[in-house]
């Protein structure tokens, strides 16, 4: 089956420690996403890349860093710099960028704060 | 900026009823209206879309028309069930100027229980 696959479903951070979201696809989609969702809101852009080695900043980058060297996976790192990281975080991929085109979620990653 | 506003929830409502969530919108271009749901503890999964404006979106009993002239996209279905108790957010994708990344602008979501 094609999908999105998001590893671990729970994450726990200690002070100080960077730690990495996995993001994995194979409906062989060029462009993918990183949302965050936090309680009582709608999703906000972290990150996003259109094509392979390619990567742009969202709306709320700050403390939050990415690599696409495969175009498969787009793992997502919350660095010790982003001071409020509990939060669901939410990948997803597209065939492409244009006018309406569907994005696809991963079941999400439940980072906490230890 | 684009924004998108959705109703005030929770929603709670007996099985069988009406259901409307409302969506409005601000947007600079020629936007792209979804609806997606998440239930507990899930990712989100697309529930209907609408690309240009009169468009109808329909899936699983749900409904939702692009109208351009109130910058709405309200949800609508006929008779709940339990197992439609979720979150349900509205989003727009945009193209202003020619240019777009796909970015996904959502509303902050409403949450509906349906009772037995």
């Known amino acids: 089956d094609g999908g999105i696959t998001q590893s671990p479903k729970y994450l726990f951070r200690k002070e100080g420690q960077n730690v990495t979201l996995s993001c994995e696809q194979n409906l062989n989609h060029d462009a993918m996403y990183w949302y965050r969702q936090d309680p009582g809101q709608g999703l906000r852009l972290i990150y996003y890349s259109q094509i392979v080695n390619d990567f742009q900043k969202g709306d709320i980058a700050e403390g939050y860093s990415v690599s696409r060297e495969k175009k498969e996976s787009f793992p997502l790192t919350v660095t010790s710099a982003q001071k409020n990281p509990t939060a669901f975080y939410l990948c997803?991929?597209?065939?492409?960028?244009?006018?309406?085109?569907?994005?696809?979620f991963g079941p999400g990653t439940r980072l906490l704060v230890l | 900026g684009d924004s998108v506003t959705q109703m005030e929830g929770p929603v709670t409502l007996s099985e069988e009823a009406f259901l409307t969530i409302n969506c409005t919108y601000t947007?600079?271009?020629?936007?792209?209206l979804f609806w997606y749901v998440q239930y507990p503890g899930e990712g989100l999964q697309l529930l209907l879309k609408a690309t240009k404006a009169d468009d109808k979106g329909s899936n699983k009993g749900f409904e939702a028309t692009y109208r351009k002239e109130t910058t709405s996209f309200h949800l609508e279905k006929g008779s709940v069930q339990v197992s439609d108790s979720a979150v349900y957010f509205c989003a727009l994708t945009d193209i202003a100027g020619g240019t777009s990344y796909g970015k996904l602008t959502f509303g902050q979501g409403t949450i509906l229980t349906v009772h037995p």
């Open positions: 947007a600079t271009g020629y936007p792209s």
């Open positions: 997803a991929s597209s065939i492409g960028t244009g006018a309406g085109e569907t994005q696809y």
